[in-house]
């Protein structure tokens, strides 16, 4: 008669994993470290976005501070007090932003009457050929459409004064950011290596100097990013600009400005002033000059994306260009306008960081390197 074996005890005879296939223990390794991975890089984008307001302005503050640190140490090492230094350093930058500024401002004003003959000149033009085109419009006809479109503005009053009130509180929000940014701004400058010792120090001793290291190595990336996108805007700026003045437009001024300003959104700020470009060209100068600036727009973004930016950049700049779009995207999810910005140092930045670890390891250490963050 056949007796009943008593049950297996795989704590006792083997290891259970043994009778889980490899690749089923690889994937469930990997299924749950990437999970918690996940958990965590959302709940740390879910604080990032409810702290934008505070995040953002920092970030900007420590991505200028990268480049004027340089100059900072250059005073500094030429008897200033890096206290005094970093206030000559915020006002210069102060005083540069409210110059194009108020530059930009007085050849609009200058050239507002102008423009507006223009626009209303290209309205008449556009009706003429709404009527005489292939579209054949009668008077009745188009005035009746121009009565929908005001009627239309007055029916969405509301909403859209809703949407200038929106506008305004917006504006109130990037004032205290811009406070908050110059205010942070002054001390990475002044105290910045001081502010990272501190940081380093919540790391276990055996791992401060690599986590140093490593900070430094991006930092410096941080810094070639922001005086190489300064460069590129300066280059890309000139040219567009000098096209336009060439052109004979008189708001070319404004549209160096414009490409100067946009051109440290990697990618899509490229667009943008374009864009910006163009229009101004088809309002002023009609489609003949509109597409000789085309052509203007085109060959200097080609020249500084294929050539000057791969160029200066050199390994710093090996990042595909769907990986800048993604962290475009991410950035401006979490910071809107400012964290697409923000989207491209940070990636380059963290890169930076990480290889830095990667190439120091994690073995044991005694002291902290002294040159570094804050100092050139």
Known sequence: MATRSAPR????DSNILEHVPVPLQVAGAWAWRLLAVGVVSIALFTVLARLSALVVPIAIA?????????????????????????????????AFVLGLIAVASTTVIGGLDKLKQQASDGLHTL?????????????????????????????NSSGILARAM???????????????ALFCLFFFLRDGRQIWLGMVQAFPPRARAQVDYAG????????????????????????IGLGAWILGLSLWVPIFIV????????????????????????????????????GIVLVVHLLVGNVLYPLLFGKAAAVHPIVILLAIGVGGIVGGALGALLGVPILMATRAFVEGLRRTGMGPTTEIRISGIGEA
């Open 62 to 94: 420590v991505l200028i501070a990268a480049p004027l640190g340089s100059f900072v140490g250059w005073l500094a090492r030429h008897g200033v007090s890096r206290g005094w230094a970093a206030a000559i350093a915020l006002l210069s930058l102060i």
């Open 216 to 239: 430094v190595a991006a930092w410096e990336t941080l810094a070639l990013y922001s005086r190489t996108s300064l460069f590129v805007a300066l280059v890309s700026a000139t040219g």
């Open 127 to 155: 009706i003429h050929w709404l009527s005489s085109g292939p579209l054949h419009l009668s008077a009745d006809q188009i005035q009746s459409y121009l009565d929908k479109a005001g009627q239309t503005l007055r029916d």
């Open 259 to 294: 490409v100067f300003l946009t051109s440290f959104i990697p990618l899509l700020g490229a667009t943008f002033s374009g864009v910006v470009a163009v229009l101004v060209a088809v309002v002023e100068g009609g489609w003949v000059k509109a597409v000789i600036m085309v």
């Open 9 to 12: 005890n795989y704590d006792e």
């Open 166 to 180: 929106s506008v305004g509180s917006t504006v109130g929000l990037l004032t205290a950011g811009a406070i908050l």
